[in-house]
């Protein structure tokens, strides 16, 4: 039986903190920023302890955020999506950059009689903890390790036949991609692998109109760009999800 929405927002398996840098410089100057806050107003200096300390307590708001986003928001809004697409459970599935399995091992449980297929170079700089064996671990304790396939390869050029998939997803992975060039091969990729009436999701912080240029270029119908909302916020509107969604003509 498919899981219901209640089902993949419950996750036992541990998905780290997405760029880990990030939140670590953010916390970094959100204590510099207080610290020099409380420094100030020791010294009777209010010139230089407001300033520094609203910045220290933005810092510490982002901070919050980022992890929200991070740790629950994120699969909040992959839950919702997935369900959306009213899967048969008989798909194959791709996600490209899948991470420890955020939304690799949600998918999973809508396949009982399909396939979930993760791709990924296994950065630790994309995600803490970012392993192989890090995945794996996750899908035995979600349950869907008999419907799974993990490799390792780079998104610009999949190592599948044409046609392949039902269904290709990425979340927050095509952006650490460098150049522009390299970001439409993964698109292009993406199509090549897709089967006719098959579907592409892509949600991303960074370049979400380049895939959507390219995604008409290679001919998708259905395309559409909209936000997430603020449960995919990382920090603050700032810096905020978008989807990218389109269809294989039949």
């Not at 903190?17 to 010294?43: R, T």
């Not at 395309?223 to 990382?234: E, H, N, Q, T, V």
Request: proline share 5%.
């Amino acid at each position: 039986m498919a899981a219901t929405v209640t089902d993949l927002r419950h996750r036992r398996g541990e998905y780290g903190i997405d760029a880990p840098y990030v939140p670590l410089w953010m916390g970094v100057a959100a204590a510099a920023g207080i610290g020099v806050f409380f420094a100030g107003s020791a010294f009777s200096a209010p010139a230089i302890a407001i300033p520094a300390g609203n910045i220290g307590l933005a810092l510490l708001l982002s901070l919050a955020d980022y992890v929200y986003t991070s740790r629950f928001g994120k699969f909040d809004v992959w839950a919702d999506l997935l369900r959306e697409l009213n899967l048969r459970g008989d798909e194959q599935v791709l996600d490209l950059g899948c991470g420890r399995g955020a939304v690799l091992l949600m998918v999973a449980k809508l396949l009982p009689r399909g396939r979930a297929v993760g791709l990924d170079l296994w950065k630790t700089s994309d995600q803490f903890g970012n392993a192989l064996a890090a995945t794996k671990r996750n899908e035995e304790l979600e349950g869907v390790a008999d419907r799974v396939d993990l490799q390792t390869g780079d998104m610009r050029t999949l190592p599948f036949e044409d046609r392949s998939f039902d269904l290709v997803l990425s979340s927050l992975a095509i952006h650490n991609i460098p150049d522009a060039v390299g970001r439409a091969s993964a698109v292009d990729e993406a199509v090549r692998v897709l089967r006719p009436g098959g579907r592409i999701l892509i949600a991303d912080i960074n370049a979400t109109r380049e895939y959507e240029t390219r995604l008409r270029q290679r001919g998708m119908t259905e395309i559409r760009l909209r936000p997430l909302g603020p449960r995919m916020w990382f920090g603050g509107p700032w810096v905020a999800a978008r989807l990218v969604s389109a269809r294989k003509p039949d």
